[in-house]
């Protein structure tokens, strides 16, 4: 038994070794259709979690946290939420700001996971924002990890006023880095997905397009927008997603985020939830007693952080 046992455990080591280095697994990424897929033309669907605004939390920004979240949470990839416009925030503080992101890109680099930079913003600031990601491309662009989300959340901007800003941010990036997977918001928090359906992004390679959802709040109504993309042969990516209300607060929705984890399984369209911070919310995941570099019992995660860590274990032992 205990020969048994051993060789039961030295193959799980060796099969939790894979499935902790993604980049590895799946190299550099590319948009085939409607789907995201392998250097080697397969379906990928990868699943990780958000940092909250960094300008809030920057004290989970860091490698240490990075290297727990890979290690015992599963993660594929890592959302580095750099916050721009509100107090403190990369419009304030962009060398500061730079450096924490920088941080958690490195952490990625180092763990083998796939990073999204996120530009986490509810407002266009265009200069501000080619700047930026002109700047992480030629730094980072060479690495098969990176993801560019070049505006989080568009709140009142148009989709015609959006689809121009991302034009200009994309050949921005482009310049420097010609096949990293970049991330395209749309209107009203990422959720007017038949708007970009009916006036794609046409000209540019490996785009994909963001859907965010709290599935106490966006139900069915917001999946049949996305089918009715997918059906154009628009791609989806799911970078910011939880189980309570649209606030981040409320009691979690444990059905109706199952069904939207069975949907997402279903088209194997990657996703990513949020929080890591320790806001007193139903949407962060730790608690104040939280270590800032990681290594977190369940006591001192709350809820959400739970339920998120056990999901992406899951997620992975399939």
Not at 3 to 22: D, N, R, S
Not at 101 to 117: F, P, Q, R
Not at 147 to 156: A, G, H, L, Q
């Amino acid at each position: 038994m205990k020969i048994k046992h051993w060789i039961t455990a030295a193959f799980l080591i060796l099969i939790l070794g894979v499935e902790a280095q993604p980049v590895k697994q799946y190299g550099q990424l590319s948009v085939k259709g409607n789907q995201l897929v392998s250097d080697k033309g397969e379906a990928v669907m990868l699943a990780g979690v958000s940092y909250g605004w960094h300008n809030w939390w920057p004290r989970f920004y860091n490698k240490s946290t990075v290297k727990w979240l890979a290690e015992d949470w599963h993660c594929d990839l890592v959302r580095a939420a750099m916050g721009v416009g509100p107090r403190g925030s990369y419009t304030d503080k962009p060398e500061w700001s730079t450096q924490l992101i920088s941080e958690v890109i490195e952490g990625a680099l180092e763990n083998d996971l796939y990073v999204i930079i996120d530009w986490h913003s509810h407002e266009l600031k265009t200069e501000e924002a080619r700047r930026f990601f002109s700047d992480m491309a030629a730094k980072y662009g060479q690495h098969p990890h990176i993801i560019y989300e070049i505006f989080n959340e568009p709140v009142k901007d148009s989709w015609s006023d959006v689809k121009a800003y991302s034009i200009e941010i994309i050949k921005a990036i482009r310049e420097k880095d010609p096949d990293n997977l970049i991330l395209v918001g749309s209107p009203h928090w990422c959720q007017d997905l038949h708007l970009v359906a009916d006036d794609p992004i046409v000209g540019y390679d490996n785009l994909m397009y963001t859907v965010h959802f709290y599935a106490a709040t966006h139900k069915q109504s917001l999946r049949d927008r996305c089918n009715y993309a997918l059906a154009k042969g628009i791609p989806l990516f799911v970078s910011e997603s939880a189980g309570m209300e649209a606030s981040g607060n409320g009691p979690i929705d444990h059905q109706e985020w199952q069904t939207w984890i069975d949907w997402m399984k279903s088209h194997q369209i990657s996703w990513v939830t949020w929080s890591i911070a320790d806001k007193n919310e139903t949407c962060s995941m730790l608690k104040p007693e939280a270590a800032s570099e990681g290594g977190w019992s369940e006591d001192q995660m709350k809820e959400s952080g739970v339920k998120t860590r056990a999901l992406l274990r899951a997620f992975r032992a399939e």
